[in-house]
């Protein structure tokens, strides 16, 4: 049985299954832990394009293979194209909620300071337009959270704070090359960043999950989504 995490039933008003799951436990049934046969098994040292090809959704895999192909396209620096290519990571298959600072805490061990920096701040700068690069404040917002919508004091904090600072182009990069919705009729391997991946992430030779690093629960937890401990 797939017991789902607290985090995404809280305030939805779904019942509690929890003691009811706790009931059905006996001999044939128990609770998964480990492989998910639903899903394909990753390698034992898996790398960062295994996590694209084998755990991120379909959506946001997409999404960031198709804004890293813009910024390479247009001749962007690496370091642009592989942060458009990590930006949303999180929301591959980890958390939404404030998923620049998740993204940045995954990658911060594997990549450089100044591209964990852009992927933690775009998540501040995409609230905000900056006419000097042409990057307006995206009509799909006004879609996703109404015309009204503010975003937190800790969001505007954040905004300022990396306006100011010298990586603030790297991040609002990230921004202007950010689809906000994605072409259906474009398929882009993850094999085309090959090298850009091997020239700027350090791939550990445990594979991520297995390094010890203070991150390698988070990339265990994609390995096995479903696990209840």
Sequence with gaps: MILPHPVSLLGTGQPDIETEMMGQLGPGTIF??????????????????????????????NHLLQSAMVALKTGMEEKVVLACLLHDIANGALIRVDHGYWGAQLIEPYVSEEISWAVR???????????????????AYIKF???????????????????????????????????????PTVTV??????DIVGRHFKQ?????????????????????PNNLL
């Excluded at 990753?42 to 084998?54: H, N, S, V």
């Excluded at 391997?189 to 090959?194: A, H, K, M, N, Y």
């Excluded at 030779?205 to 265990?220: I, N, P």
Aim: charge should be negative; aromatic fraction near 18%; charged fraction near 25%.
């Design 121 to 139: 701040n775009h998540q501040a700068l995409r609230f905000f337009a900056d006419e000097s690069v042409g990057y307006a404040y995206p009509e």
């Design 189 to 194: 391997e993850p094999e085309l960043f090959t």
């Design 204 to 224: 550990p030779r445990e594979g991520l999950g297995f390094d010890g690093s203070a991150v390698a629960h988070m990339w265990r937890t994609m390995i096995w």
């Design 32 to 61: 998964m832990m480990g492989d998910n046969p639903a899903l394909s098994k990753m390698p034992e040292k898996p790398t960062l394009l295994d996590f694209f090809r084998q755990r991120f959704s379909p959506f946001t895999r």
């Design 145 to 183: 959270f109404g015309p009204d919508y503010q975003p937190s004091e800790y969001v505007k904090e954040a905004y300022t704070q990396a306006r100011q600072h010298r990586w603030y182009m790297t991040s609002r990069l990230i921004t202007l090359n950010d689809l906000y919705s994605f072409d």
